[in-house]
């Protein structure tokens, strides 16, 4: 297993679009989604403190993050988030956590 990335710089939008810098958390969760692609991800399978608010940050900052809303069962069943980039976003390099 690889260390967390803690700082990502990403293309957004494609040729021409906007070369934004991520630092934490955001670049964490913006990894997250660029690896997990389609399938997206969710707080149930990759727990994480707030990804509602990481995903919130990242679209002010004009990353095309779709919400799809999913029902699970279980004790305590009812609904969670599945976070999905719907637009092309590359990241040209990051940073690990070297310790």
Not at 1 to 27: D, E, N
Not at 40 to 58: D, I, K, M, Q
């Amino acid at each position: 297993m690889s260390a967390p990335v803690t700082s990502v710089h990403a293309l957004i939008g494609g040729p021409g679009g906007a070369i934004k810098h991520f630092r934490g958390r955001f670049a964490w969760a913006l990894d997250q989604l660029v690896r997990a692609g389609a399938a997206g991800v969710t707080p149930l399978e990759n727990p994480a403190p707030r990804w509602s608010h990481y995903v919130f940050v990242l679209r002010r900052e004009g990353l095309p993050i779709e919400t799809i809303e999913e029902r699970h069962s279980g004790p305590y069943r009812g609904r969670h988030a599945r976070y999905v980039l719907t637009g092309p976003v590359e990241i040209l390099d990051y940073e690990e956590d070297a310790a």
